[in-house]
């Protein structure tokens, strides 16, 4: 078993590369697809990476699957970069999934906002609570994909020992803005929404940002991250641009397309890591794969198959 990355807190201000989750023909997991991916991702300067994010398909693999997944992650990484393990769905696997990630050797936990269509603010602070307990001592990241809890709870949730960082993928800069002015000045704050997003929340105090893009042109991620640590927001944006029509792509069929953009990109590529489960989109429509194989050829990153 690795060991956990030391340097974790460090790099949550760097780009957080959420990997995909390979599947075979007859939709089984197929990890070792995966190496190319991860080894491109770290000899270009990606900070840390996530198994069993949302472009990992988390709510589409069985709890065992996403345990095994971050064992298989851990190992390909072999120490290399800290690793971040995915938690969340009912508090049962969630917990599970913590034990698990932490035996694997991640370095923190990313805890998915639950989903539930009950869901309570202060249950999710007691949910939280659970997690970090079963944590021991692992940091963990939140990823707030909805700030309808109120900033009263985000408090609370970033007052809970353990927390050390939030994934705020949430469009509201203002309100980022005002839950980092009430949270501790220790937490760090990245950008939920990628790349595309990374300015406006990088304008009032977000660090970093999460990135599926790291799957297939990790280096124009670092690039983009490079101009933002510089402050070169006009550089940052007009990167943003250039790679804006793949993220265009990405938010097609109510985001259905999201993880099917990436996939799909793979496969031009020659690294083919299959197929989307349902309920994502597969394949995608002809004028999709058209429009994705007009993008790669442009960015010349076809010619890496070729190669």
Not at 114 to 140: M, N, Q, S
């Amino acid at each position: 078993m690795p060991a956990p990355h030391p340097d974790v807190l460090s790099a949550l201000p760097g780009i957080s590369g959420i990997l995909v989750t390979p599947f075979d023909g007859n939709d089984q997991l197929a990890p070792q697809l995966l190496r190319p991916v991860i080894d491109r991702a770290i000899k270009a300067g990606v900070h840390i990476l996530t198994a069993n994010g949302n472009t990992g398909e988390f709510y589409g693999l069985t709890t065992a699957e996403a345990e095994r997944m971050v064992h298989e992650v851990a190992e390909m990484i072999g120490g290399r970069v800290p690793l971040v393990g995915g938690v969340g769905r009912s508090i049962g696997d969630a917990v599970s999934l913590a034990r698990a990630s932490k035996k694997a050797g991640a370095a923190a936990l990313m805890v998915h906002q639950p989903p539930d269509p009950f869901v309570a603010p202060r249950g999710v602070v007691a949910y939280v609570e659970r997690v970090a307990e079963a944590a021991e001592g692992l940091p963990l990241v939140l990823y707030l994909r909805n700030a309808g809890i109120g900033l009263d709870a985000i408090e609370k949730l970033c007052a809970i020992p353990g927390v050390a960082g939030v994934k705020w993928a949430t469009p509201e800069p203002l309100k980022l803005a005002e839950a980092i002015r009430r949270a501790d000045p220790k937490t760090v704050w990245v950008g939920g929404l990628a790349e595309v997003w990374a300015p406006p929340l990088t304008a009032v105090g977000a660090r970093g940002f999460t990135s599926g893009l790291i799957n297939v042109w990790p280096e124009h991620s670092v690039a983009i991250h490079s101009a933002l640590a510089a402050g070169d927001y006009a550089k940052a944006n007009a990167l943003i641009a250039t790679m804006s029509a793949f993220e265009e792509l990405r938010a097609e069929e109510g985001n259905g397309t999201n993880v099917s953009v990436v996939k799909a990109a793979l496969k031009l590529m020659g690294n083919d890591c299959g197929h989307v489960r349902p309920p994502g989109a597969w394949p995608l429509t002809e004028r999709q794969q058209t429009l994705l194989e007009q993008r790669l050829g442009d960015w010349g990153l076809t010619a890496r198959k070729a190669a």
